[in-house]
């Protein structure tokens, strides 16, 4: 069983070690301040290092430290790799780094595979978004399919994709918990208690995304299959619709998509 070593044990990293560990691998883990990797160590079973030890001798490196520390993260561990007779295999999580600047910061002997997942990989429903860089081996593709299966959904898509798809699926989860919070203060508002607005908001975005998924049906028919005739729903429609909010969505998108990095 290969080591996977995960640098930045924050919230996306910590996400990601969540899954691997279910694949059976050795987990390393090491991060900035240190209580964090201990805290899930001990929740999945991790053995907590530095960064030069993971750099040393792990097999795998994920690198999950935002996107403008990564210069300086690469360039302190470059002396430990560059020590290495076969160096390890990269994984970079980091948003608008490209393959490009990712071999000029970790050198032409490192493979590196770039993604871009989301958060709900912890729990095995993620999406992740994945491109090998030059020198990647079938081997390794087929080792990373295996570390990465417990995460949710795999998707290796060309490197100009990972971009434009990250406003939607590594941002997206926020949108969706905006969209759920906003469902249960409705609820709320007409005296649903609560607790019970946000499970039925969670259920519900489940529910819907389920049937998309197992029927391949598009989202707006499953809309129109709602909204009877003279019915509540269309009324409610009509009031997203004044609102612009599929117009607010887009925007929100694409705004995470412009951003510099
Ligand atoms: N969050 C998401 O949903 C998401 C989605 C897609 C992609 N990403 C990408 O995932 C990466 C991490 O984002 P995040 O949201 O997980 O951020 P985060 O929660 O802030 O995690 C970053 C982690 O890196 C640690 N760290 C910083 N410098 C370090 C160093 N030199 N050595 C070891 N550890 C160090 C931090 O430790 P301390 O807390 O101790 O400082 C922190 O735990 C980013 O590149 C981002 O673009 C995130």
């Known amino acids: 069983m290969p080591v996977i070593g995960f640098i930045g044990t924050g919230s996306m990293g910590g996400a990601l070690a969540r899954a691997a560990a279910k694949s059976g691998a050795e987990i390393w883990l090491a ?34 430290v935002k996107p403008a520390m990564m210069a300086g993260l690469i360039a302190s561990l470059r002396p430990a790799l560059d020590a290495r007779e076969t160096p390890p295999a990269a994984v970079s999580m980091a948003a608008g780094t490209d393959l490009a600047r990712l071999r000029e910061l970790l050198g032409e002997r490192v493979p590196v595979i770039r993604i871009m997942p989301n958060i709900a990989a912890a729990v095995g429903e993620g999406v992740t978004l994945w491109t090998p860089g ?49 469902l249960a203060d409705g609820a709320v508002a007409c005296g649903v208690p609560r607790k ?27 809309k129109d299959a709602v909204c009877s005739p003279g019915g509540s729903t269309i009324q409610g429609v009509r009031a997203l619709e004044r609102g612009a909010f599929r117009s607010a969505v887009m925007e929100a998108v694409i705004a995470a998509y412009e951003k510099e990095f």
């Open 31 to 64: 991060n900035r301040h240190r209580e964090k990797a201990e805290r899930l160590a001990e929740e999945i079973g991790g053995r907590v290092v530095d960064n030069e030890t993971a750099a040393a001798g792990a097999d795998w490196l994920f690198l999950g």
């Open 134 to 182: 030059e020198g990647v081996t079938e081997e390794q593709k087929a080792a990373f399919r295996e570390m990465m299966g417990a995460s949710g959904m795999l998707s290796e898509v060309d490197e100009h994709l990972m971009d434009a798809a990250a406003g939607e699926t590594g941002c997206g989860t926020a949108y969706a918990c905006l969209f759920m919070e906003a």
């Open 196 to 222: 019970q607005a946000v499970e039925y908001a969670a259920q519900t975005l489940r529910g819907a995304a389920r049937l998309l998924l197992e029927t391949g049906d598009h989202p707006g028919a499953l």
